[in-house]
């Protein structure tokens, strides 16, 4: 089964206020195809109910994959996920020592003990390949292919997520810092195997071609016959995408 590609849910690639279109990661590539990626300022406010990735249930063990290239300096979370009553239950952050957020439906684990990676900068102004994989009680950080980092992740048996709340991208709820960078990809796995493999799978040297997932032109998600509805939501809160 194919990864939850957060962008494309979340309606990165029309381009919302804040959001433009910009070279990735490989300026050239074995395919031909160039890799873009999505430049994301202050003003980018992008948020979609959590349903629109996950109809079903968030998955217990999990993969989540990114190829970011964040603002030097910068300290802010990449990926906000929150319940329906509005407590964050899983976050991303980027920067120096990023945390892991997760809380599970039971408040585990506590905020002092969320899982922590020091000696990591993941906000330096370069591309990097992020990939968590969260197993059991456990979460791997795997840090552009090659440094992997293991830490505890005391959340009880049976872990849920609940998908009746929001997903906010480069930002937490009330948290003035918000990501400022380039962003390529972000995927969400309902495995735990799939972050091994990012680099291979999901994301490869520029001496390969980008696999079928995210070769796509960003735009292929609007059709030719587009309705009136689909080009309200995708002018709403920014420029229209056929400007």
Not at 32 to 44: N, T, W
Not at 93 to 113: C, H, I, M, T, W
Not at 167 to 190: H, K, N, P
Request: aromatic content about 8%; charged content about 20%; hydrophobic content about 35%.
């Amino acid at each position: 089964m194919n990864p939850v590609d957060v962008l494309r849910a979340l309606q990165v690639p029309s381009l919302p206020e804040g959001v433009k279109k910009v070279p990735g990661f490989c300026t050239s590539r074995r395919s031909g195809i160039p890799d873009h990626a999505y430049r994301i300022s202050k003003r980018a406010q992008i948020s979609a109910p959590t349903k629109q990735l996950f109809s079903g249930h968030f998955p217990e063990n999990f993969s989540i994959m990114a190829l970011v290239k964040a603002q030097a300096g910068l300290q802010a979370f990449l990926l906000s996920i929150y319940s329906e009553l509005g407590i964050q239950q899983l976050g991303i952050e980027l920067g120096r020592s990023p945390v892991f957020l997760y809380e599970d439906q039971n408040g585990k684990p506590a905020p002092e003990d969320y899982p922590l990676f020091t000696g990591v900068n993941l906000a330096d102004g370069k591309w990097h390949r992020v990939a968590f994989s969260v197993s059991k009680k456990n979460v791997t950080l795997l840090l552009d292919c090659k440094k992997k980092m293991t830490r505890p992740l005391a959340r009880g048996n049976n872990a849920e997520v609940d998908t009746n709340g929001i997903t906010v991208f480069g930002a937490r709820l009330l948290d003035e810092e918000v990501f400022q960078g380039d962003i390529q990809q972000l995927l969400i796995a309902s495995n735990a195997q799939a972050a091994y493999d990012f680099c291979e799978h999901y994301s490869p040297d520029c001496d390969s071609p980008l696999p079928k997932i995210q070769a796509q032109d960003p735009n292929t998600h609007v059709s030719n016959c587009t309705t009136d509805k689909q080009l309200q939501h995708t002018t709403l809160g920014g420029e229209s995408i056929l400007e």
